[in-house]
């Protein structure tokens, strides 16, 4: 089992809501790469909070998430969702809280 930063589990967690994705774009500049939908997201407490684009990276690197392409107007968007082992792994943190 993979161990999970605090971010990464809150994002499993969110994405194992049903119909939940995530979808970001980037925009390349000369030395930077912006990430565009990441940004301005808030807990059920009102904290504010946003993803970092290593926490999607890890994820999709322990196949825990999964991506594709998808076109909009023609702009590039990749959206991630969870798979079924990122479920099972949630199940089992979430479960364990509560033992």
Known sequence: MPKLSKEQFRLLLWLTLPSSFFEVTSDHHLHDVLYNGLH?????????????????QALAANK????????????EWTRYTITDAGKLLTLNMTADCYV
Do not use: H, Q, S
């Open 64 to 75: 825990l998430v999964d991506f594709e392409t998808v076109y909009y107007c023609g702009l």
């Open 40 to 56: 301005n997201y808030k807990d059920e407490k009102g904290k504010r909070y946003k993803f970092d684009i290593r926490t999607l």
